[in-house]
């Protein structure tokens, strides 16, 4: 059973401020890496996708993956009050499990103004 | 370009009866994926089809839901003799011919069995 575990939060940072989501995964064959943003009561949204070892950078977002560590981040600069919301980690299965996403619980942000 | 849709967003019913949601893809999209959130937790899945083939059916899939995308366009979800721990969000996702393409999610069905 695939285990992707975030930091449960909640987390909260003034207006203007990093904000920084962790995610550990237990599948060290795992590939593919998605960050989604949840307000509430609406569906996922994806923010990043990420495959290799490494920063990626998407306006204020940057997504980190360290394959050798099992964790992946997701870093927003300049945080906003419309950045409130639950931001999922998931993770792509492998072998006969490799279409479905494994999530995590979430962590829920809160910028305050 | 639309995205996925759902039909219909919320449905409240009462125990021991049936229920079918929709889920209309993204038009290019050939994978389709159903999962079910509840409060508090991620999105856990349910089973997904390439085209028309189901390929993947998880465990939480018991054998009162049934799935189906007759010509691997629309999908529906049924459950029968609904539970009240059925009550929860149920999120249909498309992808594209890549296993590990970006999954985009529909606004979700919420439902509720009092």
């Known amino acids: 059973q695939k285990e992707v575990e975030q930091n449960s939060g909640p987390l909260s940072v003034p207006e203007g401020a990093i904000a920084s989501l962790n995610c550990t995964y237990s599948d060290r064959g795992s590939q593919s890496f998605f960050w989604y943003r949840q307000y509430s009561g609406k569906s996922p949204e994806l923010i990043m996708s990420i495959y290799s070892n490494g920063d990626k950078e998407d306006g204020r977002f940057t997504a980190q993956l360290n394959k050798a560590s099992q964790y992946v981040s997701l870093l927003i600069r300049d945080s906003q009050p419309s950045d409130s919301a639950t931001y999922l980690c998931a993770v792509n299965g492998r072998g006969s499990t490799l279409g479905r996403l494994y999530f995590g619980r979430g962590t829920q942000l809160t910028v305050w103004p | 370009d639309t995205g996925v849709s759902q039909d219909p967003r919320h449905k409240i019913t009462k125990r021991g009866q049936n229920v079918t949601f929709r889920c209309d893809p993204i038009?290019?999209?050939?994978?389709l994926y159903w999962y079910r959130q509840t409060l508090g937790q991620g999105p856990e899945f349910l089973t997904y089809f390439q085209n028309e083939a189901q390929l993947e059916k998880s465990r939480l899939l018991s054998d009162r839901f049934s799935a189906e995308r007759p010509k691997g366009s629309f999908s529906t979800l049924e459950i029968q003799r609904t539970e009240q721990g059925d009550s929860a969000m149920y999120l249909c996702?498309?992808?594209?011919?890549?296993?590990?393409?970006?999954?985009?999610f529909g606004p979700g069905t919420r439902l509720t069995v009092l």
């Open positions: 038009s290019e999209h050939n994978r």
């Open positions: 996702a498309s992808s594209g011919r890549h296993p590990t393409d970006t999954q985009y």
